[in-house]
């Protein structure tokens, strides 16, 4: 028998269910009193994402209630069901994302689908919804999870004036074995939560309230950029790959003097198709660079898609090693669109001191107090700035907390367990060789991409690293990784330091007709290559990170 019934962890002792008449009976239901057990793999990504500049909510909390939620269902096996919210637009907006908590979800299979459609119209909501026109639909895989908010990836303009309808469906579950309920909450909202179940006589969304739950606020968020036709540059998929052909095996990851460098970058259109797109780089060239290819004919870019913009430039063999250099990269188009960007890097490699302890280090699970690894810096600098890199392999990195401490004892958080508290039990994702730098634009408390690695490149560290601005870099420094749940396991793989000041640096140049030569000094470099990967992400602060060939991993 259908019925609209809330999840629960404990048995029901009476079901809310449709009668014959169409009426709702008193729900009667006891809710789970024990904590949800660990998920497995959930997708957490609280409010606000790196796809857009808008968010748009009508929730008052992104808090998920444990047994808040109804559903059309049978046993917990759900029959079609259609969960809306109605947002009227004072704008345009291009949206890129919606995101739906979820209470809890399980497939038979440990997946199970779920669909999301945008809908625009102008009159009232939800009385004129049939006259309404989609315009955009994602079908989509969910993992089994409780107490989440998924992102779900889906584009579609919307315009001012009407009202953007979110619907997040979940199609009847019940020969496959799948349970789905949305998550809600009962903080409060701005406007009101709809369901639609034809199964249980719902057949027009109607309000929450309406049905006898006026505390199911559902959690639903949409995330979008001003609408219009607009064109965007990537700053942060840009992809820079070094060249030396007097020496190939120094194209390696570092660019270095005397080096070609081709950087692709994508531009991309958003909301309407453009013509004559061209990319340039901006002028003038940064200083210890020479343009080679500096303008990018890019033609007709459709709707939704992009093309890639190809440069060449030169590293002067004269230039400083370890300097940093910005291309500014401007785009114009037949219509008068226009978009700027940049890519960032630097000439030479830092140098590093190797940790004092043998790497690999494990972390030892559900030990809040955590292992450390040390670095002991001889030389004696003021800094000015500091950013710290890190890889740890580590699965669940939810679990998993950063910090470090100076040689004057001041104490950094890097990291405190991504996605808490906005989920029990942080981001599902495993690993990471992130640079922790206050110049960072990604904040890694709140990011969960479901990649692997889970994030990599330039990231805000949990409390600002300017905190040891002015100390000294001489004496021990001391990295304390901790885990706080049970059931997942890593180790520390690297970790370096890398102030400004520099330490010292080194440089090859590579020399036309002759053999490479050090540019400047050379210190001793730790015997594994494992950090010059970590590297790589400090020659792309600030600009997400950029897919430079990285030298292999001594494993």
Same mark, same amino acid.
């Given at each position: 028998?259908?019925?609209?019934?809330?999840?629960?962890?404990?048995?029901?002792?009476?079901? #809310?269910?449709?009668?014959?008449?169409?009426?709702?009976?008193?729900?009667?239901?006891?809710?789970?009193?024990?904590?949800?057990?660990?998920?497995?793999?959930?997708?957490?990504?609280?409010?606000?994402?790196?796809?857009?500049?808008?968010?748009?909510?009508?929730?008052?909390?992104?808090?998920?209630?444990?047994?808040?939620?109804?559903? /059309?269902?049978?046993? *917990? #096996?759900?029959?079609?069901?259609?969960?809306?919210?109605?947002?009227?637009? *004072?704008?345009?907006?291009?949206?890129?994302?919606?995101?739906?908590?979820?209470?809890?979800?399980?497939?038979?299979?440990?997946?199970?689908?779920?669909?999301?459609?945008?809908?625009?119209?102008?009159?009232?909501?939800?009385?004129?919804?049939?006259?309404?026109?989609?315009?955009?639909?994602?079908?989509?895989? !969910?993992?089994?999870?409780?107490?989440?908010?998924?992102?779900?990836?889906?584009?579609?303009?919307?315009?001012?004036?009407?009202?953007?309808?979110?619907?997040?469906?979940?199609?009847?579950?019940?020969?496959?074995?799948?349970?789905?309920?949305?998550?809600?909450?009962?903080?409060?909202?701005?406007?009101?939560?709809?369901? &639609?179940?034809?199964?249980?006589?719902?057949?027009?969304?109607?309000?929450?309230?309406?049905?006898?739950?006026?505390?199911?606020?559902?959690?639903?968020?949409?995330?979008?950029?001003?609408?219009?036709?607009?064109?965007?540059?990537?700053?942060?998929?840009?992809?820079?790959?070094?060249? /030396?052909?007097?020496?190939?095996?120094?194209?390696?990851?570092?660019?270095?003097?005397?080096?070609?460098?081709?950087?692709?970058?994508? +531009?991309?259109?958003?909301?309407?198709?453009?013509?004559?797109?061209?990319?340039?780089?901006?002028?003038?060239?940064?200083?210890?660079?020479?343009?080679?290819?500096?303008?990018?004919?890019?033609?007709?870019?459709?709707?939704?898609?992009?093309?890639?913009?190809?440069?060449? +430039?030169?590293?002067?063999?004269?230039?400083?090693?370890?300097?940093?250099?910005?291309?500014? %990269?401007?785009?114009?188009?037949?219509?008068?669109?226009?978009?700027?960007?940049?890519?960032?890097?630097?000439?030479?490699?830092?140098? &590093?001191?190797?940790?004092?302890?043998?790497?690999?280090?494990? %972390?030892?699970?559900?030990?809040?107090?955590?292992?450390?690894?040390?670095?002991?810096?001889?030389?004696? %600098?003021?800094?000015?700035?500091?950013? +710290?890199?890190?890889?740890?392999?580590?699965?669940?990195?939810?679990?998993?907390?950063?910090?470090?401490?100076?040689?004057?004892?001041?104490?950094?958080?890097?990291?405190?367990?991504?996605? !808490?508290?906005?989920?029990?039990?942080?981001?599902?994702?495993?690993?990471?060789?992130?640079?922790?730098?206050?110049?960072?634009?990604?904040?890694?408390?709140?990011?969960?991409? *479901?990649?692997?690695?889970?994030?990599?490149?330039?990231?805000?560290?949990?409390?600002? #690293?300017?905190?040891?601005?002015?100390?000294?870099?001489?004496?021990?420094?001391?990295?304390?990784?901790?885990?706080?749940?049970?059931?997942?396991?890593?180790?520390?793989?690297?970790?370096?330091?890398?102030?400004?000041?520099?330490?010292?640096?080194?440089?090859?140049?590579?020399?036309?007709?002759?053999?490479?030569?050090?540019?400047?000094?050379?210190?001793?470099?730790?015997?594994?290559?494992?950090?010059?990967?970590?590297?790589?992400?400090?020659?792309?602060?600030?600009?997400?990170?950029?897919?430079?060939?990285?030298?292999?991993?001594?494993?």
């Amino acid at each position: 028998m259908l019925k609209l019934s809330r999840f629960t962890a404990v048995p029901i002792v009476m079901a #809310l269910a449709m009668g014959s008449s169409g009426a709702f009976a008193q729900n009667a239901l006891s809710h789970a009193t024990s904590e949800l057990p660990k998920p497995q793999r959930p997708t957490v990504l609280p409010l606000g994402t790196a796809c857009g500049s808008i968010t748009l909510t009508q929730s008052t909390s992104q808090t998920i209630t444990s047994a808040n939620s109804v559903s /059309c269902n049978s046993g *917990g #096996l759900h029959a079609d069901n259609s969960y809306y919210r109605s947002f009227p637009l *004072g704008a345009d907006i291009n949206v890129c994302e919606v995101q739906f908590a979820i209470e809890t979800a399980a497939g038979a299979g440990g997946t199970q689908p779920v669909t999301v459609n945008l809908y625009t119209g102008t009159g009232a909501f939800p009385g004129t919804f049939g006259s309404y026109t989609q315009i955009a639909s994602s079908a989509i895989s !969910v993992p089994d999870q409780a107490a989440t908010i998924f992102p779900a990836a889906i584009s579609g303009l919307a315009t001012a004036g009407s009202n953007l309808v979110v619907e997040v469906f979940t199609p009847d579950g019940q020969a496959a074995g799948n349970s789905f309920f949305i998550g809600s909450n009962a903080a409060g909202e701005t406007a009101p939560s709809y369901l &639609a179940a034809a199964g249980c006589g719902l057949t027009a969304p109607a309000t929450t309230a309406s049905i006898g739950f006026p505390g199911m606020n559902i959690v639903m968020n949409v995330v979008g950029n001003p609408g219009g036709p607009t064109l965007s540059v990537g700053s942060a998929s840009a992809t820079i790959a070094d060249q /030396c052909s007097s020496n190939p095996a120094q194209a390696n990851g570092v660019i270095e003097p005397g080096e070609s460098v081709t950087i692709q970058v994508p +531009v991309s259109a958003t909301g309407g198709s453009f013509t004559g797109v061209v990319a340039s780089l901006g002028l003038p060239a940064p200083a210890g660079i020479t343009y080679v290819t500096s303008t990018a004919n890019l033609g007709s870019i459709a709707d939704g898609s992009s093309a890639t913009a190809t440069f060449v +430039v030169t590293a002067d063999q004269a230039a400083t090693c370890v300097s940093a250099f910005t291309l500014p %990269i401007n785009v114009t188009s037949t219509e008068g669109a226009t978009a700027t960007g940049s890519v960032a890097s630097q000439i030479g490699e830092s140098g &590093a001191i190797a940790p004092n302890e043998t790497l690999p280090i494990a %972390i030892t699970d559900n030990l809040p107090a955590g292992v450390t690894s040390t670095i002991t810096v001889a030389q004696d %600098i003021t800094l000015t700035d500091l950013e +710290v890199a890190v890889a740890i392999d580590h699965t669940w990195v939810g679990d998993v907390s950063i910090s470090l401490t100076s040689p004057g004892g001041t104490t950094v958080s890097l990291l405190d367990r991504a996605g !808490v508290p906005a989920s029990t039990f942080g981001c599902s994702n495993d690993n990471m060789d992130v640079v922790f730098s206050d110049a960072a634009s990604v904040n890694p408390e709140t990011s969960c991409p *479901g990649t692997t690695p889970w994030l990599s490149g330039p990231v805000l560290p949990g409390s600002p #690293l300017s905190a040891f601005d002015g100390e000294s870099t001489l004496g021990t420094w001391t990295l304390t990784v901790s885990d706080s749940a049970g059931g997942d396991t890593g180790q520390i793989v690297d970790w370096s330091l890398l102030p400004t000041p520099g330490l010292q640096g080194i440089c090859t140049v590579c020399a036309a007709g002759g053999g490479p030569g050090p540019l400047q000094p050379v210190i001793d470099l730790p015997s594994s290559a494992t950090w010059s990967k970590l590297a790589l992400g400090f020659l792309i602060l600030g600009l997400g990170a950029f897919g430079l060939r990285r030298r292999a991993r001594r494993m």
